[in-house]
Each structure stands twice: as structure tokens, then as C-alpha cells.
């Protein structure tokens, strides 16, 4: 069975969802597509620390500003991204081949993944919605590894809408893709214990 993962370099999510995998034992994905990054899905400047203030008070903000300098700093002292440090470290185990998109070019990614005929096509906190025209692209199917509780809080922002409404868990979700965004049906989830205690990004 062909699997293909799509995701971004420096996503945080897909750290953890990498270090889960591989400590699982996961048979490796066949290629690993990095898309760019959207600037417009994260938090811009100061709204970073009003986000943190308001749902983690002070301590959250300070840790939501620490990490973005770190990043930051890490990137432009010509450093390797978080995600691209850990996936060498184990990068035979985790995937056989990467390939690197310079564009968030849907056309350019549909024949990327015609080409490679997938039978099973994973996002792990793709910055993009997958339209029909990319899920048909696998034989099978295609799943999504989606942080917060799907269907109730859909989109990029599910661990904040679940904290700024005052959740006592925070999810994660497996579910199968449908062409509406995050309506196919859950095949897994997991929680944990809001920790008042702890910054968004950190969570």
C-alpha cells in the first residue's frame, strides 16, 4: 500500500504527530509533501500575545512569544525548522522520499499526487483545504489528523475555540475526508486534561 503525508516544515503539530508515529513503529509514508506555510493562518504580531493573555493569562502569552523569537531566530541563523531537525534524525524510518512545493498551487500538488497514485493520503495540519479534485487523487482514501474535537470545532483553530470555551478537554482527531471540511466520519480520538497552566502552542 502507497501512503503519501502532506503537511508543512516548522508545523508543530506535525512534530508531535511525527514523534507519535515513529514511536508506534508506523510503517513509513512513501513520500512526504511540504507545502509553504500561510502567513494568514497563524496570529500576527501582538495578536500572538493577546491570544495568550486571554486564554492562558500570562504565562501562556510569554510562551506563545518565546517559541515564535525562537523560530524566528533558529531560522534566520540559517538553522534547520523544527520538523525538518527531527525528520533526519529518523528519516528512513519515518518516509522514503520528500519533495518540497514552493506554492500553495493546487494544480501543481494534484499532479504531484496523480502521478504518484497513493492509495492512502494523510494531512497532518495542511494549510490548505483538499478539494475533491486532490482526494480523488487516492485510491483509497484520504484521513486527516486533525487537532481539536471534529465535527464540534472544525478548521485550523480547533485547540483555541476549544480553550477560549473554557473546554476541560482538548482533542485530537483521526477522521476520513470528505470534500465539506472536517465532516467525514472520526475514526479515532483522543484527549487530555485542560492544564490551565500551560500556553496554546505548548498544548
Given at each position: 500500500?502507497?501512503?503519501?503525508?502532506?503537511?508543512?516544515?516548522?508545523?508543530?503539530?506535525?512534530?508531535?504527530?511525527?514523534?507519535?508515529?515513529?514511536?508506534?513503529?508506523?510503517?513509513?509514508?512513501?513520500?512526504?509533501?511540504?507545502?509553504?506555510?500561510?502567513?494568514?493562518?497563524?496570529?500576527?504580531?501582538?495578536?500572538?500575545?493577546?491570544?495568550?493573555?486571554?486564554?492562558?493569562?500570562?504565562?501562556?502569552?510569554?510562551d506563545m512569544l518565546r517559541l515564535k523569537i525562537q523560530k524566528d531566530f533558529?531560522?534566520?541563523?540559517?538553522?534547520?525548522?523544527?520538523?525538518?531537525?527531527?525528520?533526519?534524525?529518523?528519516?528512513?524510518?519515518?518516509?522514503?522520499?520528500?519533495?518540497?512545493?514552493?506554492?500553495?498551487?493546487?494544480?501543481?500538488?494534484?499532479?504531484?499526487?496523480?502521478?504518484?497514485?497513493?492509495?492512502?493520503?494523510?494531512?497532518?495540519?495542511?494549510?490548505?483545504?483538499?478539494?475533491?479534485?486532490?482526494?480523488?487523487?487516492?485510491?483509497?482514501?484520504?484521513l486527516n489528523v486533525h487537532n481539536g474535537r471534529v465535527p464540534r470545532y472544525?478548521?485550523?483553530?480547533?485547540?483555541?475555540?476549544?480553550?477560549?470555551?473554557?473546554?476541560?478537554?482538548?482533542?485530537?482527531?483521526?477522521?476520513?475526508?470528505?470534500?465539506?471540511?472536517?465532516?467525514?466520519?472520526?475514526?479515532?480520538?483522543?484527549?487530555?486534561?485542560?492544564?490551565?497552566?500551560?500556553?496554546?502552542?505548548?498544548?
Amino acid at each position: 500500500m502507497k501512503t503519501v503525508l502532506i503537511t508543512t516544515r516548522g508545523n508543530q503539530f506535525f512534530e508531535v504527530f511525527q514523534r507519535a508515529y515513529l514511536a508506534e513503529g508506523g510503517a513509513p509514508f512513501d513520500l512526504v509533501i511540504y507545502l509553504p506555510e500561510r502567513d494568514d493562518v497563524g496570529f500576527r504580531g501582538l495578536g500572538k500575545l493577546v491570544a495568550g493573555l486571554a486564554l492562558v493569562g500570562l504565562g501562556g502569552a510569554f510562551d506563545m512569544l518565546r517559541l515564535k523569537i525562537q523560530k524566528d531566530f533558529v531560522w534566520q541563523l540559517g538553522g534547520p525548522e523544527p520538523a525538518a531537525a527531527l525528520a533526519d534524525q529518523d528519516q528512513g524510518a519515518f518516509c522514503a522520499r520528500e519533495l518540497e512545493l514552493a506554492t500553495l498551487d493546487r494544480k501543481e500538488l494534484r499532479e504531484v499526487l496523480l502521478e504518484v497514485q497513493c492509495d492512502v493520503l494523510v494531512s497532518v495540519g495542511a494549510p490548505i483545504i483538499l478539494k475533491a479534485a486532490e482526494l480523488n487523487a487516492a485510491n483509497i482514501g484520504c484521513l486527516n489528523v486533525h487537532n481539536g474535537r471534529v465535527p464540534r470545532y472544525r478548521g485550523h483553530f480547533s485547540t483555541f475555540w476549544e480553550l477560549s470555551k473554557r473546554e476541560q478537554e482538548l482533542w485530537s482527531s483521526i477522521h476520513v475526508m470528505r470534500p465539506k471540511v472536517d465532516e467525514g466520519p472520526v475514526l479515532a480520538r483522543v484527549s487530555l486534561p485542560r492544564d490551565k497552566g500551560r500556553g496554546l502552542l505548548r498544548i
